[in-house]
């Protein structure tokens, strides 16, 4: 009879006794089977012992645990080395649940606790004992609202304390946090005690540790004030230089940013773009003395030079029909722009952007303004509706206003390298999206395309995490409209799989024979021949002749033709120039007819299209001359004569060729793989069989 699934063997041991083998039954109850392995030890009392595991974690598994009663015991032993024993057993062991429980039932916490409040020794055993009560409350079983004031005034005294052993300090630091984000109540009493200045003056020890538990706190006490706390806050942590200490002395810092830094500083980034929540939801007010006086200046600063007011002379509505044209020509939609402004999100923050960008950018406020205001109606980049969108759109990359994420450490190295990176974060991206909408030959109906592109632009180049606006601005200009297709199409190409490792092993065998057949059709063309112009010393093109390869490719035939004739035939052709004499194939400037000539646009677009073949004539080299009447006709002239001569057809139209003709029959190889996923790797070769008996015997005769 098979032994039961439930039934395994186990070894136990204890010391000063032989261990023992046993078969452990898993259905029977735990109190059982320890009374079964006390028995064969001979020791009573059955209820006093637990198993414990003897590797990995030392994770107890019985309800009532003597440990837990023995170690309690050892903290209130007289001495210190007593206790400082038991608070390292009780730090290796409360990770465990079970554990945990039995010590916190036996009002382990309250003990732990008194050795915290009494603060007999602030070296070694504090540090001890804070982490084992950290631990122990890990486990969610007590709350931390339960905690007393005067516990928590004593552990803001050690995080206060100037002279403290360096392993207290960063406990403390992170058991206040904790209790920050738990208590709002007892998070107010830590705000109160706990000036900011010191976790400044924590933040700048070139301790991590401490570096690290100090941000924590301090982002807790962040996230749990109001907000306009939260401004007055982060003004005097900015106003104590704290940005500029993060990016020279934390982000690039010789020591790796470790995982919990970076949620912190997430989390920071996040609360200081959270303060242009309020702008960003309050719409603008018609009513407004300020406001209005702020649009104004948004229309002065581009179309009134400094000293010369609007309109003098002219009567007021002359003068309210001409700021209204001047409003419009600034892109608002309406000729009252407070219309525009009216919708929120972006609100004020629009308008607040408008104007950083006149203001700390004015030559290129104005260069952007009058550029659009001279293009053609449909072509102009409207700035007003620009700036609205794109307000919008850094909103959402940036996640302004949403809540902090408990795990995220995507923060920008950047926004800790200068003051208002929002604002010159957008003085970057609006002049970005005018420089895309050149590039796209935009008019007013692609505004929702370029839009697309823009918002593509920005959360790439922000994916990459620049560690300054300038790096910043230079990957995003580099990042052109051209660049984004072709980022698209590759992409595109991973999603099909067309980039897969099988699918460019498959292109790789495909190229021989595919180069073969544009080979076959260059040799074909060359065949059927082509008329073209000869320049005369005066760059003229005034005379035909034709030129083609013989049907077995031996002998190029040429000779002129007859301006208004047709192309004629081979045999027709008075000159010979056998295949075998040609030595090498010029293009360009190396050809001899266009060499030592001017650099006009004419010279120039003969130049493109020039090609020469020379050949042996007696003992001197000469040089049969082409003029390609196309591109095209050019590509495909060299390529043939390339393939003549055993030279590798290198021309943009062979790749383009070559290109479409992989697409097309990799696509019809793989029809009967659609929606199949193809792996990265083969599937890996079975180990030969230990013998090779199965093999099928030819000598037998079959039956």
């Not at 632009?457 to 300054?468: E, G, V």
């Amino acid at each position: 009879m098979a032994p039961s699934r439930n039934v395994v063997k186990i070894a136990v041991q204890m010391r000063e006794a032989i261990p023992q083998l046993i078969q452990l039954d898993q259905a029977k109850p735990l109190a059982a089977v320890l009374k079964e392995v006390c028995e064969a030890w001979n020791l009573p009392h059955s209820e006093r012992y637990a198993l414990q595991f003897a590797d990995g974690h030392g994770r107890y598994i019985t309800e009532n645990d003597l440990e837990a009663e023995r170690l309690l015991g050892g903290l209130q032993s007289k001495s210190p080395e007593g206790r400082r024993e038991a608070l390292r057993h009780l730090v290796l062991l409360a990770p465990d649940m079970t554990f945990a429980r039995e010590v916190i039932s036996r009002d382990g916490l309250q003990r732990i606790g008194t050795i915290i409040e009494d603060g007999d020794d602030l070296g070694d055993l504090l540090a001890l004992a804070l982490r084992a009560f950290l631990e122990l409350m890990e486990h969610g079983v007590v709350s931390w609202e339960t905690l007393s004031i005067p516990f928590v005034r004593k552990v803001v005294c050690y995080v206060n304390m100037n002279l403290m052993d360096a392993s207290v300090q960063p406990l403390a630091l992170g058991l206040l946090e904790s209790v920050t984000l738990s208590s709002p109540a007892l998070g107010q009493l830590v705000k109160s005690e706990v000036p900011l200045d010191r976790l400044l003056v924590h933040l700048q020890v070139m301790n991590q540790q401490l570096q690290t538990k100090a941000m924590a706190l301090l982002t807790a006490l962040l996230q749990g004030a109001s907000p306009a706390e939260r401004k007055h806050m982060l003004d005097y942590l900015w106003q104590r230089n704290l940005r500029q200490f993060i990016y020279k002395s934390i982000i690039h810092s010789a020591v790796p940013l470790g995982d919990e830094m970076a949620h912190h500083l997430y989390v920071l980034q996040a609360l200081t773009l959270g303060l242009l929540e309020p702008r960003m939801r309050t719409p603008l007010d018609p009513y407004s003395q300020e406001q209005r006086e702020q649009l104004q200046a948004l229309r002065q600063a581009a179309f009134e030079p400094e000293g010369e007011p609007l309109g003098s002379g002219l009567s007021a509505d002359r003068r309210r029909s001409l700021c209204a044209r001047e409003f419009r020509k600034l892109g608002f939609s309406n000729s009252n722009p407070a219309q525009d402004l009216e919708r929120v999100p972006p609100g004020l923050l629009a308008l607040d952007n408008m104007l950083y960008f006149s203001r700390h950018a004015p030559s290129a406020y104005s260069r952007f303004v009058l550029e659009n205001s001279s293009r053609e109606d449909k072509h102009e980049c409207p700035f007003a509706r620009s700036s609205i969108q794109l307000t919008v759109l850094l909103c959402e990359l940036l996640r302004v206003g949403e809540p902090c994420s408990e795990t995220a450490q995507d923060f920008s190295p950047m926004f800790f390298g200068q003051d208002q990176s929002f604002h010159e974060l957008f003085c970057v991206s609006i002049q970005l999206l005018n420089k895309t909408w050149k590039e796209m030959r935009a008019t007013q109906e692609d505004f929702d395309k370029v839009m697309q592109v823009v918002r593509e632009q920005l959360a790439r180049t922000l994916a990459l995490k620049p560690s300054s606006l300038e790096l910043f601005r230079t990957k995003v200009n580099a990042l052109t409209y051209g660049e984004v297709l072709r980022l698209r199409q590759t992409e595109r190409l991973h999603q099909e799989g067309s980039l897969a490792p099988p699918i460019l092993e498959l292109r790789e065998k495909l190229k021989p024979e595919l180069m073969g057949l544009i080979r076959q059709q260059r040799l074909l063309r060359l065949c059927e021949g082509t008329l073209f112009r000869k320049i005369s010393s005066r760059r003229r093109q005034d005379k035909l002749w034709f030129c083609c390869l013989s049907p077995n490719h031996k002998v190029l035939q040429y000779g002129d033709v007859e301006e208004g004739a047709g192309p004629p035939g081979p045999e027709s052709l008075p000159e010979q120039l056998p295949v075998a004499d040609i030595r090498a194939l010029l293009t360009g400037k190396d050809c001899p007819h266009v060499r030592e000539k001017g650099s006009g646009k004419q010279n120039k677009d003969v130049c493109e299209l020039a090609f020469s073949v020379s050949y042996e004539h007696g003992e001197e080299e000469a040089y049969l001359n082409f003029i390609a009447p196309s591109k095209r006709e050019f590509h495909l002239w060299t390529d043939g004569l390339s393939a003549l001569l055993g030279s590798p057809m290198g021309s943009e139209q062979t790749r383009l060729d070559l290109e479409q003709l992989l697409t097309m029959e990799t696509k019809l190889r793989l029809l009967e793989l659609e929606n199949v996923p193809i792996p990265e790797q083969p599937p890996p070769i079975p180990p030969p069989p230990t013998n090779f008996n199965f093999c099928y015997d030819c000598s037998i005769a079959e039956p």
